[in-house]
Structure formats: structure tokens, C-alpha cells
């Protein structure tokens, strides 16, 4: 794909992995708008990359859809239309831990961004993107947890993630069948570790979504932990470069992939192993076995 000219739409691209893909978008020819809720970070970011091409920055609360809403118009009041949108922002659900020690604020906070999130950028920013005609893709972020299999101890992520999916492949069915010029894939991030601003997510939790009993992060879900469990499993534990996951995406998007991600191929055995179980009626094995 030729990306010289293309609008592209970042959210949650102030840091991290959607900062990665702003990178690369850039790096391609393409125009980005950053949008993010850490307006310190995200100005930091913009005055940064600024060199790289055109690149701007808006405050945006994905959960907001007000503020969804002002961005889309912001957007299409400037630039005039969007190529590429990625739906990206996203949180974990608040230390993670038993399923049932999890609050319904864990639940609230973490779906406002994961999942209603992610679907109310879409919904506000696909309708336009298929009135104007022209090509176009959107991108959402998943994860391999919950998009593949849940880690039992992020139960409230992994269910997120597992709606970010299924909507995701539901929208890509749809537009196609509609014959529509815009095309819809999942993005999981992956290839090892992914040192991100993910493990404090709780930096960006509203305190009307607190937890009622405040506690420190339930056992193996710091960084730290999350490493030592790569390790011991097998599995990739080097830290990535977020600019060549950023790269890795759109190269996967030239190819026309629905999944977008490095090391996707790894996931054939445990989902084969998980629809054998299923199959069977049994409790399917999880992301870590
Ligand atoms: N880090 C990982 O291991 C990993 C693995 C798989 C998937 N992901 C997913 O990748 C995406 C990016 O996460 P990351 O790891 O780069 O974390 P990150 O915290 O570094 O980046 C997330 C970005 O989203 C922004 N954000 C948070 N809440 C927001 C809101 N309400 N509105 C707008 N912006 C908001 C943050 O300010 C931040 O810039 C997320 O969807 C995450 O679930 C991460």
C-alpha cells in the first residue's frame, strides 16, 4: 500500500505500541493524528516525531463518546476525511488476580475503554470513512489474551480482548459482504515482551471507577512477574522493539492479513488443541497451558 497522502487515525498512540504505529505510519508517508488521554505524553510525542512528517495531537477519552464524537469532527473538519483508523487505546482491568476478588468497577473501567472503547471509535468514524467512497482500513487492537485464550488471572481483560475480536471479525464479514471499500483486521501484539505503559495502566482510571477495596496488583501481573512466566514456559521474553512491531503491522496490512502481528502462526497448536477440547465438551486449555 502506498501511505504517502493516506489520513491515518491513532488512538492511544501517545506511548507505547500505538506510539510504534505512529512511527511506522510516518516512517510510510503517511499523515497521523495522535489521539490520547495523556495530554503531557501525547504532546511530548507529537513535538518528537514531529520531524518525521505530519503528525498532530487531540485529547481524546474513548470512553467518552462526547469526546469520540469531537474528535471525529475535529478530524474531519481538518484533515477531511480518514484513510486509516486505528482503535488501539486500551487498559488492563486494574492488577488483574482471582476472577471472583475482580470488582465491578474493574469490569466498568476496563470495558469503557476495551470495548466500548474501541467499538465507539468505530462506530462514529466508520459511517464517515464509507460515506466518502474511498479506500480505506480500520485496525482495532486485540490481544492474543483473550483474542485466542484467556490468562485466568486477567480474566476481565481477556474478556475484553475476546469482544474486541469477535467484533472486529463480525465487521470484516460484514464489510465485506457489503462490498464496501474499507476493510476491518485485528491486531495482536506480540513477538515477546512489550514494555509498555500497560503494567500502570491504573495512571489513566478515572476515580469514579476506583476500586471500592484498594489493594496492590494481585500476584503475576507486574512486568516482572509477566517475564519470569514467559521464561519459565518457553515462550519469547526478549523486549521488542515497538517501531518495528509498528513496521510488522503495516507490512501485514500490504499482505491484506486480517490478523495483523508477528509470531501469529504459534497460535495454530493451542487453538487446535482448544477446539479439540471443545469439542469435547472439556474446559479448553488457556494462553499459558
Ligand atoms: N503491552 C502488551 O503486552 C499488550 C499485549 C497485547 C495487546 N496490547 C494492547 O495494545 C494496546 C496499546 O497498549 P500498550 O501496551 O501500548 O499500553 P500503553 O499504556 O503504553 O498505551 C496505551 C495508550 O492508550 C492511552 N489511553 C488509555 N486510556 C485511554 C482513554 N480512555 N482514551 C484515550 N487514550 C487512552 C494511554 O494514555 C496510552 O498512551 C492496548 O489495546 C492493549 O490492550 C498490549
Redesign the pocket.
Known sequence: MDYHGKIAVV??????????LVVALLTRGASVVI????TT??NETVSELSSMGQVRGVR?????SA?VEAFADDIYGNEGRVDLLFA?????SGGGGLPWEQEINDWRWCF???VF??AGTVLTFLPRMLAAGTPGEVIT?????GGVAPVPHASV?AA??AA?SCFTEALAHQLQKSEAKVGAHV????GG?????????Q??RPETLARVKPRPPAPGTTFAE?KAQLEQLGLPADIVD?DWLGMKVLEDLDEGKFILGPNIEKFGPLLHSRADAIAKGELPPTLLH
Open positions: 488512538t492511544g498512540g501517545a506511548g507505547g505500541i500505538g506510539r510504534g489521539g490520547d488521554i495523556e505524553v501525547l481524546l477519552d474513548v470512553s467518552d469526546s488501539n487505546a486500551g487498559v488492563t469503557s475503554v476495551n472503547g474501541v487492537t486485540s490481544s492474543g489474551d481483560y475484553s480482548k474486541v491486531f495482536y501484539p506480540g515482551l512489550l514494555d509498555t505503559g500497560l503494567w500502570t495502566a495512571r489513566n509477566f515497538l
